[in-house]
């Protein structure tokens, strides 16, 4: 497959789930039947069936539903993802193209670093470049809802932090995982990818003593000395600097990752 | 091979037996000619061979047994697994139809984190939803019994251990690993991944200093509240909230995980 | 391959250590290139060469050794591996049937966690009888030797290694990896696979405030008590048990483990 | 391929850069579109498009550029990698043969073990011999740039960094990744995969309280005893050999690793 992200053929959607699925598996996304993946090709939502192994899902398999989210096929023996009116959620108030979900450690860990924080915030981290609309100094947020009994009652949890975060591309759900959405299954997948270094970058962070959501206590490229001689800022310079190209700064243009 | 968990054809149980055996050493769970693999079909009990290379065998060096556990045919040059005994118990006390046993380092040290509990312990982690019969806010248990200079000299205590935890899919040995099981050589295999996942989250935990044995100290969804507001819980509330949702709450309705 | 460990027929351990080699690549024993692998077949040793990417070894570019270590054929291109001299102290003083050579990290740290000791010591842990002639209760002894500012001068002390632990395996080098040796090439992969995961179990033991080294405070299988009951022992009885159970006891029947 | 490192045929090169950003990816070294490649084959070079998933690259979606770093031809819809003025640094300062940029979590957490330094340090460890001109006593040094907004910015004080450490391979940007070169794509290669080894070890030898910035406190082998006396040395000799076999100490002879 092309690496430009070009949309595949109508009738490759269904492939691409099941080939993302087994990713998602090899990954650690989408253990003991966990996790999901839903791409929508046209005016049709391709969506994988519940509470089966993931990385053995077949074509045949997948369900299909209108916009609206109705189903019109699907296998008479399985049943439609629990998580359909959560990836729904995505759909209809973000235009996503693609919906994915995941059991990642990474990011369960990520919601009890502080289990009091309605948010997961990092900063100055070079792949934060990865989630559209954000530059390296800015602070990323992702919301967290608390998890609930039945995957299907966190939906309305999820919409509320969709409308109250329109700059995310994800969702934390306490203790459980993560949603993460984009325009195409491209890029659903590499905010996924992105997101997950960022939460495992975090916990790592976290048990090397490193404050993960503030600006490091240097200042940027424009003061950098090369050659061997230490750059110690005192402490008002510190604060200063975390300041300046702290809280919720943006970027005007988001050029991404280029590497 | 479908992902709906239908049973293979009953010539298919060496194939998956070997099949399994491969993914659980690129796993971890089964090097160094550790872990094991046994299915049930029908009246038949088919099991791997005993110290050797589980990634390597081969469909023909599978034991035949009955289905009380007598040899009917195997290759002669091999000797039957020494869990056959800690196997033959799960089937004939749970009615298992496939049991495995894992060597997975996150097993391990699962059962170290306190050596003097005979039970490993979590709750309020979506994983838990993947073993049966459990919900989210349900106290997983898993006893844990010694180890003994040999494999075989487990039989007791894992049979004692099976018959005090009727909840229970699977039980730990100190130091060295766990033994799971379940109605299919499907459930079997997504609940080993759900409990693997919840060993290494008790464990990363434990070095995150978070207490993975108790609800946390805020209320659920109910309460939730989006957009950037914190929610601390008085110490009475949390308490409370400990009780509230906490030891051995059981969940009437068991939907699993449906991502 | 059978699982049952029959010896490869003679034009079969080329290619079985390119298989090796790539296999230990994967698990980042063999990474850089780093690491590599030997295999006796009757009279001849079969030797990888030095100072290239293991894992991209081509079965032509293997050095045949005379049972003396001259080398009877080898690519013009390429140098036989620097390991050799380590390599034919295990088949010299050991009769072995291979020899492998790893730069794991848990190996590398195992050597770290006390730069005083001249062992690596470690009981209690299943997979301790994966390794020949040791059971569950051992105390498995690997000793550690410095690091070279060439590996061929390691010769001499690993030689004195070999000599001065008869029951030993392998070897570590400090800062470095490990040497380990086996009957056949099964025996070596399977040896050090249970290494690796021994040497893992100690770091991470480590970061959990575990002691490796020594029996847990808590008796063997006789004294468990199933169903919830806990078991702490009086400070006499635990340090009981551990001399009984403790230090240099052998096992008299080592059958292995048999998962 | 073959492992003695002779270049490919120049229409080798497209397909390599493939192969290895699968490689780079599976390592999570290139993840979410993260990370690069680039290789030179006589007077051309070869570089990967900017911001696509790097493990689907195609042959046909490789850029062309000039040996003065012009594009020659590439895919009209597809961008250069923004690293194109960073690789073009290693080509042109010290003629490398590729270049290579890794997102790998273990060199992002390099760079924060300390922010306040401007240097990565590290010594005796054996991978450091995968790195030309090095020896296992020598310390390795590797500069760490602060991280830009735009990739394109750090091309300053990458050159700036190449130019001020002539034995480097390679140059940290903080809280990024890092760039690493060689003579060809196996040198390239392999260098990274041994830095990224340092990087790792350095991280976990800090969680378990080891300097990695300075030798042991233990003298080489020619003290070493065998046999499981313990060896301690005296503060004063301690120091002496820290000085005698530290700082910047070079080895005449090179031989790199030869496992």
């Not at 189903?71 to 995505?90: E, N």
């Not at 990865?130 to 990323?140: A, P, Q, T």
């Not at 608390?146 to 932090?161: S, V």
Request: hydrophobic share 40%; charged share 20%.
């Amino acid at each position: 497959m092309s690496a430009n992200g070009a949309p595949p053929p109508a009738d490759d959607a269904r492939e691409r789930i099941c080939e993302l699925c087994r990713l998602f598996y090899d990954k650690g996304w989408a253990s003991g039947t966990g996790g999901g993946m839903s791409i929508k090709q046209g005016d049709t939502i391709y969506m994988a069936p519940s509470g089966v192994q993931k990385e053995r899902i077949q074509p045949g398999e997948i369900f299909e539903l209108d916009s609206q989210g109705a189903v019109v096929t699907g296998p008479s023996h399985l049943k439609l993802s629990q998580c359909a009116p959560l990836f729904m959620a995505a759909y209809t108030l973000r235009g996503a193209g693609a919906v994915l979900h995941s059991h990642s450690l990474n990011a369960m860990l990520a919601t009890v670093l502080d289990e009091s924080a309605s948010e997961f915030r990092i900063t100055c981290l070079e792949m934060i470049k990865g989630i559209k609309g954000h530059g390296y100094h800015d602070h990323l947020v992702v919301p967290i809802i608390e998890n609930t009994a039945h995957e299907c009652d966190l939906a309305d949890d999820l919409t509320a932090a969709i409308k109250a975060y329109p700059k995310a591309a994800a969702v934390l759900v306490r203790r459980h995982g993560v949603y993460v959405w984009g325009d195409s299954w491209v890029q659903a997948k590499t905010q996924a990818e992105c997101l997950d270094y960022l939460f495992e970058a975090a916990v790592r962070m976290k048990q090397l003593g490193i404050d993960w959501t503030k600006p490091p206590l240097v200042l940027g490229s424009d003061v950098a000395v090369m050659g061997g001689k230490k750059r110690k800022l005192e402490n008002g310079e510190a604060a200063a600097a975390g300041v300046g190209v702290g809280v919720e700064q943006q970027v005007v243009s988001d050029r991404g990752m280029g590497g």
